[in-house]
């Protein structure tokens, strides 16, 4: 194991932010909610009806990211990190997540949702998003990296542990 860092501060951030209901309460992955919320710990029981009935809250079909938003999320990660000077040291934008391992002076709360603003606000300014709500769930993930070993795996996970590229169309 690396050597552990010696401040109260991570040196890094994996976050994980999934797209507006295409993960709900109830559904046959398990679900996290406020009994089911501890790190490794097991996940809400699937249920068919308490799916059913997040269903039917939905403001609007579940999102999942074509080709062309996929492409704007990822510039819109790139200039949040440009312009808060922040290191994007991975990023992988899936059909309905994004990871990004990051570091920087700020908040991990901070990251997570200026990567969501500014990739809402990328996708509006070119129709892909026409909704009033937003495209993402109202959480996300937000690991803390101590080491540099852990910088390595989260980066391994990012890259490489996602499935295949995806295609440019669809």
């Known amino acids: 194991m690396g050597k552990w860092n010696d401040t109260d501060e991570p040196i890094a951030y994996l976050i994980t932010f999934r797209t507006y209901g295409t993960w709900l309460a109830g559904d046959q992955r398990g679900s996290i909610d406020k009994y089911h919320n501890k790190y490794?710990?097991?996940?809400?029981?699937?249920?068919?009806?308490?799916?059913?009935?997040?269903?039917?809250?939905?403001?609007?079909?579940?999102?999942?990211?074509?080709?062309?938003?996929?492409?704007?999320?990822?510039?819109?990660?790139?200039?949040?990190?440009?312009?808060?000077?922040?290191?994007?040291?991975?990023?992988?934008?899936?059909?309905?997540?994004?990871?990004?391992?990051v570091s920087g002076i700020a908040s991990s709360a901070k990251m997570l949702n200026d990567f969501k603003a500014y990739s809402t606000r990328r996708m509006r300014e070119n129709g892909e998003w026409r909704f009033t709500h937003s495209p993402w769930v109202d959480k996300g993930s937000r690991r803390n990296l101590w080491t540099e070993e852990h910088i390595g795996h989260a980066r391994n996970y990012v890259i490489n542990g996602q499935g295949g590229q995806l295609p440019e169309f669809d």
């Open 40 to 101: 490794e710990g097991p996940r809400a029981v699937p249920s068919d009806r308490r799916e059913e009935i997040h269903v039917e809250r939905l403001k609007g079909p579940p999102f999942l990211l074509n080709a062309a938003s996929r492409n704007l999320v990822e510039e819109a990660i790139e200039e949040v990190c440009r312009y808060r000077g922040w290191s994007l040291i991975a990023m992988n934008v899936r059909t309905n997540h994004v990871h990004i391992v």
